[in-house]
């Protein structure tokens, strides 16, 4: 195989990244210069624009905390202040961005597997956690491209570790747990294997959950504990020595999970005076308890969601670091019920599945397997020229879903169908896919069920269904391809303009919404009016006409006031309320009249 051809696979960590690649038809890790297959997800930007990246950062860490970028994956893709979580350092202080840091470290990792390889390598797979947004999938994609990567796809974690268990081949409707506990967050998905293709049927979580809460519970414990920590508390000390007790900490937790004592030795940490102190398994299962219980209700909260019971589920797999601690594992047990597979690395998992998924996409890796989504919504135009969503983006295909749709005029005899494809809130600025009347026997308003479903295939194929409910009559519709085949600059562009347009497309919805309320309203009001206006009093009857002069005008304004407009709306709505119920009484009253009982 020609080396251009390598595609990295890419675990993007909170704490910790990898890559990998196949090579001669085995999916492999990638070590750096230091023998190490983990990169820590940090970076430093020295005061002399230095910039270091991953175990080179963090021994910066402990003298420059301030300036050492450590979990950056909580930030990207979100506004600022959005999200709970506050770093102890400002990234615009540091003259950078989240999107900017993960490309340091996607970069490094690039250069690491270049220097295995001995080759250049520019298309890479990245796995996001499977609750990730568009927005911070958006701009993951975007850190690779700034490392100078084509992001081939972005692939869920949890669908790559059962890719690295080599669930892909337990066959149809096998239904997985993926427990993922890692260093600063925990997620669980439930994942089941349909038509070739995992689906993600529900993902629960906590993201302020994770190993380092461990670390600094763990340090506290041992600084409250000794003699210095009699007088001072740990919050007191300074971010460097916080920092040591901290690493210390780390270190010890991890020989925790297969010794059965540790020492912590620091010399001189604190004016002057050294710490010296033995961990015991047992002080570590303690203080670790309730934060590892916080995982069951979000277990169980995916299982809800997905409709499952424990006994359903086929496979349970522990990915992420702290699935290595004893007391992780049996937490895990006990939720599920079951033994949890744990014969892949829990830390490796991810990346291997993202190498086997990369291997897969560059034809190194003989078998298929569809992960497709949708890039773009699919939708049908409604009344008024609004988009009407059937099937959302990044939808997994194959995926089928339907809506009811009825006549918005009297008499008619037949209902267009267009099939549309974006973003946009209005039919006119998304893509047509194609099109097919339905014709349905005429009737009054609303009286008309066009049923219509779209189906995708795991070939990208979107059929479109529309059934005249009332005559049981098809029409259907074939679409080739269109449906998943948009070549990627079109779909950025789509989605940058529907957000560059999201005010006033949103505007527009509404506006088109309140005028179609209110042309229904108008004619009515003018009827019962009509009809009852003599039995309602003069004041009244003057609000109500009032009120629907204010829609009146509204309506015939050059400048679509959608806000005004509702609020007339629910204005006349609000001033007919007796006039209606009148109305009803009236139709109450003739109703029984015809039956003979009044
Ligand atoms: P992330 O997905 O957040 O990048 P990882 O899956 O690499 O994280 O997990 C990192 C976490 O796992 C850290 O909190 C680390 O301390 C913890 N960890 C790693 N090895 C062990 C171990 N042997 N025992 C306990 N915890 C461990
Ligand atoms: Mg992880």
């Known amino acids: 195989m020609a080396s251009g051809d390598f595609i990295l696979g890419i675990d993007l960590g909170t704490t910790n990244s990898l890559v990998g690649v196949v090579d001669s038809g085995f999916p492999i890790l990638l070590a750096d210069a230091e023998g190490s297959r983990s990169t820590p997800s940090a970076v430093h930007y020295g005061r002399d624009g230095s910039v270091a990246v991953g175990s080179a950062a963090l021994r910066q860490r402990v003298l420059d905390p301030a300036r050492t970028v450590t979990s950056v994956k909580r930030l990207i893709g979100r506004r600022e202040g959005e999200g709970d979580w506050r770093p ?73 570790a059962a890719l690295a268990y080599g669930l892909d081949k337990l066959g149809e409707r096998k239904k997985i747990a993926v427990f993922d506990l890692g260093g600063g967050t925990f997620d669980v998905s439930i994942l089941e294997m349909r038509d070739g293709v995992f689906q993600v049927l529900a993902t629960a979580g906590d993201t302020e959950l994770g190993g380092d809460d461990i670390d600094r519970l763990l340090a506290q414990h041992v600084w409250e504990t000794s003699a210095q920590g009699q007088s001072v508390w740990f919050e007191q000390l300074s971010a460097e020595v916080q920092v040591r007790l901290v690493t210390a900490a780390e270190a010890a937790k991890k020989k925790l999970s297969s010794e059965a004592t540790v020492r912590i030795e620091l ?24 934060w590892a219980e916080r995982t069951r209700q979000h277990c169980w909260r995916a299982m809800t969601d997905a409709k499952i019971k424990p006994e359903d589920l086929d496979e349970v797999l522990l990915v992420g670091g702290s699935t290595r601690m004893p007391l992780v594992r049996q937490v895990a047990q006990d939720i599920f019920g079951r033994e949890p597979n744990v014969s892949q690395s829990p830390d490796e998992a991810i990346a291997r599945g993202a190498v086997i998924h990369a291997g897969m996409l560059s034809g190194a890796l003989q078998q298929v397997i569809l992960l497709d989504v949708t890039p773009l919504s699919l939708g049908i135009e409604t009344f008024g020229g609004l988009m009407n969503v059937i099937i959302p983006r990044n939808t997994t295909i194959p995926s089928k879903a339907g809506e009811m749709f009825t006549n918005a005029v009297a008499n008619q005899e037949s209902m267009l169908v267009r099939v549309l494809q974006g973003e946009r809130e209005l039919a006119k600025d998304n893509w047509e896919l194609g099109r097919v009347e339905v014709p349905f026997p005429a009737g009054p308003r609303g009286s008309a ?22 005559m049981n009559h098809d029409v259907v519709l074939e679409i080739q391809n269109t449906a ?115």
Request: include cysteine.
């Open 88 to 160: 102890p350092y400002d990234l615009r202080v540091l003259g950078t961005t989240a999107v900017e840091v993960s490309a340091a470290i996607l970069k490094h990792l690039r250069t690491v597997a270049e220097m295995a390889m001995e080759t250049t390598i520019t298309r890479a797979v990245i796995t996001v956690p499977a609750f990730f947004n568009d927005a911070q999938r958006i701009a993951t994609k975007r850190a690779g491209e700034l490392a100078g990567l084509i992001v081939e796809r972005i692939l869920a974690e949890p669908t790559a």
């Open 267 to 290: 010399p001189f940490l604190w004016q002057g005076q050294s710490l010296e102190r033995e961990i015991t398994r047992a002080d570590l299962d303690k203080i670790a308890g309730p």
């Open 449 to 470: 069920r066009v049923g219509v479903q779209y189906s995708i295939d795991a070939n990208g194929i979107l059929q479109v269904l529309a059934r005249d409910t009332a």
């Open 484 to 598: 998943v085949d948009v070549d990627d600059a079109k779909v950025e562009a789509m989605i940058s303009e529907s957000v560059e347009h999201a005010f006033d497309d949103m505007n527009e919805r509404i506006w088109t919404e309140a005028r179609l309320k209110a042309e229904e309203l108008l004619p009515a009001v003018d009827q019962a009016l009509a009809q009852l206006g003599c039995e309602v009093d003069l004041a009244e009857a003057q609000r109500i006409q009032s009120s629907a002069a204010k829609v009146r005008l509204l309506l015939k304004a050059d400048v679509h006031d959608a806000r005004a407009l509702k609020q007339a709306n629910a204005e006349l709505d609000d001033a007919t309320q007796s006039l209606a119920v009148l109305l009803m009484d009236k139709a109450m009253e003739e109703a029984l009249a015809r039956k003979g009982l009044a």
